[in-house]
Structures are given as C-alpha cells and as structure tokens.
C-alpha cells in the first residue's frame, strides 16, 4: 500500500462538531468513516491528525487531503 494520501471526496465534509471534544482526522483518505479516522492507515506511514474545535458548530473539513490547513477545507480541491 502506498504512503501517500489518496483523495477521498473532491470537495470539503460539512460537519456538526462539539467545542472541546477530540477528533481524529483521516489523512491518509482511506477511512470509510471520512473524514474522521477508522483506523485504515495502518499499512502506512500516515497518522491521522487529533484536533480539538475551540467551538460548537458546522465546519468544513478537508475531503482531498490537500489543505495547507488541516483538517480545514482552504480550497485546495479547486487546483485538483
């Protein structure tokens, strides 16, 4: 299996996220739970990324594995 990350969605995921909670991020693309975590990076060298939202709310997260600001959507997947 390759170490670099695949696209997993040309676009962001719009998610409902709890301030103060952990999440795991997919960074690898492999995740069938995109685009958090399921553990499907481990046959590679790719770790998701923990990330805790300062606040309550809708975000848009990452679905190229792309962002220069992870696990944030910066529109990358436009240049795709």
Known sequence: MSD???VAQKGP???EL??????????CGRSQKQPFCDGAHSATDIQPLRFVPAESGTYNLCG???TDDEPYCDG?????
């Open 13 to 15: 995921y719009q998610v």
């Open 76 to 80: 990358s997947h436009n240049l795709l």
């Open 4 to 6: 670099e990350s695949v």
């Open 64 to 66: 190229c594995k792309t």
């Open 18 to 27: 709890v301030g103060g909670k952990a999440y795991f991020y997919c960074r």
